[in-house]
């Protein structure tokens, strides 16, 4: 069977380094079957990359290995891994980038692979993703034991990206949020899940008050966006398991005027 190689960067498609990876991944295992993850994560923002991984990474198949390259640190000191999880190889720099998904999943084995053999035989500083990560996981495709890949290392010597908690008042039906990504779209996506949601226990079409510290919006609780008129609020359980606020036809970020990271109050009717 084929191995999945999925690759997520902050490249864009102007240039021409989304293809130099594929590339290097052809040019050692023609038989590699490589997906386009998303090339358009915000340059440097490693935590959307974070979040992003985690919640697509169930829809892969086993053994699939994701090659995550958003890395402001590339040519520092950061460490270039590789982590084998339950069900999944990641291989990535050393900022969190990848340990979301490495928790949820459960880590079997880390290595540290920055002085790898495997890697291409002249290294940049400035494009690891060619020289280092894009070969690894070729070579990880091609049967290579991680144990050859690169140095053992203990799973709590990664770096660990932190993921605010929501905090939850149920007597008061409040909840402090936090944004954990801003779609296309405008669409927030906070922290809330839908196990917490379920202890609030919103009914469908109550009102939700969104406080961003300078205003406060009324919102409905819906099945989807499409259920309120054109322009306005609607709160619902996305795609991915997590509270969102959109706009119907509109864009709920710029409206609220908020950005990822930052904190809403909640207050459910």
């Avoid at 130099?20 to 090339?39: C, F, Q, R, W, Y």
């Avoid at 609020?233 to 969102?244: R, V």
């Amino acid at each position: 069977m084929k191995k999945i190689i999925a690759l997520m960067t902050d490249y864009g498609y102007k240039d021409p380094y989304v293809g130099v990876l594929k590339g290097v991944i052809k040019s050692i295992n023609p038989d590699a079957e490589i997906i386009d993850l998303t090339h358009g994560v915000e340059r440097h923002n490693i935590l959307e990359a974070t979040v992003m991984l985690a919640v697509s990474a169930r829809y892969f198949p086993r053994n699939t290995i994701f090659v995550v390259v958003v890395d402001p640190g590339v040519g520092g000191e950061r460490k270039s891994i590789v982590i084998e999880t339950n069900n999944y190889i990641l291989v990535g720099p050393d900022n969190g980038c990848l340990s979301l998904l490495a928790e949820i999943d459960g880590i079997k084995r880390v290595f540290d692979v920055s002085n790898s053999r495997y890697r291409l035989p002249v290294v940049s500083s400035t494009f690891h993703g060619r020289d280092i990560f894009a070969p690894v996981a070729a070579w990880i495709s091609r049967g290579i034991p991680l144990e050859e890949i690169g140095v053992e290392l203990k799973p709590d010597e990664i770096v660990r990206m932190k993921i605010e908690k929501p905090r939850v008042d149920l007597e008061n039906r409040v909840v402090e949020a936090s944004i954990l990504y801003i779609d296309v779209y405008g669409n927030i996506m906070t922290n809330i899940d839908e196990s917490l949601l379920q202890q609030v226990k919103p009914a469908l079409w109550s009102s939700i008050q969104i406080s961003n510290y300078s205003r406060v919006y009324e919102c409905k609780y819906v099945p989807s966006f499409s259920w309120v008129r054109e322009g306005e609020l609607a709160c619902y359980i996305n795609s991915w398991g997590y509270f969102e606020i959109a706009v119907f036809k509109g864009d709920a970020s710029r409206l609220l005027g908020v950005r990822q990271g930052e904190r809403l109050k909640l207050k459910f009717s």
